[in-house]
């Protein structure tokens, strides 16, 4: 059986909502490191109770499942293109963050090319041998600056990942998530087609939003929650709320069956915080805070801390 196979009928018999159910979700998503055990390579033998074996211990705790990190190469790309030519090398910062322990590489292609751009997104998919996670505007068609669209962008690239972003031409980053029943119609047809592709499919949504059922419906696996406003009330040294907003967002998508990830503007600092109260997150994307304390530590360096954090979680 392959590996996406075998993980989906195994997370059906253990049963939506079960601590074997939540781990093999997990690993469905990101590298199992320890022993290293990866989606993409599983160790010989096959069969549901061999895979459970290797997720779940007799205590009751996840073993070897933890919450992923991938690395958004983002401002990578907004360097390089703000001086032209190569530098800094997008595939050189991808070898050097996949060899100090990321999950995966997530990018955000945008059809104005301000920083990823198509050609970069095929040379990573040809030289990542972790999950690729491609994040962006289901409804963003092609344009003269050589943007082929997105949906054809990841059609052509086919990825391990699509994540679904509702965010306009003119934004400077992304600031909320999808309003699921507004959208409903236009995302049916769209998570359809990426699934026939093999991709999972994740939805960018609001902390404090409860779309779970419903995009269960529609075909996702899973949710991303939009983070941004609990980092900001995180520097205020108030963000009780927000947490708690993010943690019944997460609870509502694992109900319902889907697993849970989370991003924008996590650091070091808030990130164990959310883990613990949001928990299990299967994965966090985290690309501006990251580059910002390379610049400083060292990209691999920096991808260690961050990495140690969700290790403990």
């Given at each position: ?11 059906h018999?253990?049963g ?40 779940v ?14 690395v ?47 050609d ?20 963003a ?22 994540t679904l ?7 400077i ?19 359809a ?6 991709a ?31 980092a ?82």
């Open positions: 059986l392959g590996v996406a196979h075998l993980t989906r009928k195994s997370a018999r253990a939506k909502g079960s601590q074997a159910h939540e781990a093999i979700q997990q690993f469905a998503g990101c590298g199992y490191r320890h022993g290293g055990i990866s989606p993409q390579r599983l160790p010989g033998g096959s069969g549901v109770s061999a895979l459970l074996t290797l997720l211990a007799a205590t009751g705790r996840h073993t070897g499942v933890m919450t992923c990190l991938s958004n190469l983002n401002k990578i790309a907004v360097l390089r293109n703000s001086r032209g030519g190569s530098l800094p090398d997008m595939i050189a910062a991808a070898r050097v963050a996949i060899a100090a322990g990321a999950d995966g590489i997530t990018v955000h292609p945008r059809p104005d090319l301000r920083h990823v751009r198509p970069d997104v095929f040379a990573l998919a040809d030289m990542l041998t972790v999950e690729f996670n491609i994040e962006g505007n289901p409804f068609g092609s344009n003269a600056l050589g943007y082929p669209g997105f949906i054809e962008l990841v059609e052509a690239v086919r990825p391990a990942q699509v972003v509702p965010d306009g031409d003119a934004q980053t992304s600031d909320h998530g999808f309003d699921v029943g507004r959208d409903r119609e236009r995302l049916a047809p769209v998570i087609r990426l699934k026939r592709m093999g999972r499919v994740s939805l960018f949504v609001d902390a404090g939003s409860t779309w779970g059922v419903d995009l269960r419906e529609l075909g996702a696996d899973r949710i991303e929650i939009y983070t941004g406003p609990y900001n009330a995180f520097a205020t040294g108030n963000s009780a709320a927000e947490l708690g907003a993010c943690a019944r967002t997460s609870a509502d998508a694992r109900a319902a069956g889907l697993a849970v990830n989370a991003g924008h503007d996590l650091d070091q600092l808030n990130l164990a915080p959310l883990l613990s109260a949001a928990g299990p997150i299967a994965e966090v994307s985290i690309g501006h805070a990251l580059v910002n304390d390379a610049l400083y530590d060292g990209l691999a360096e920096t991808v260690r801390r961050y990495r140690a954090i969700c290790a403990a979680h």
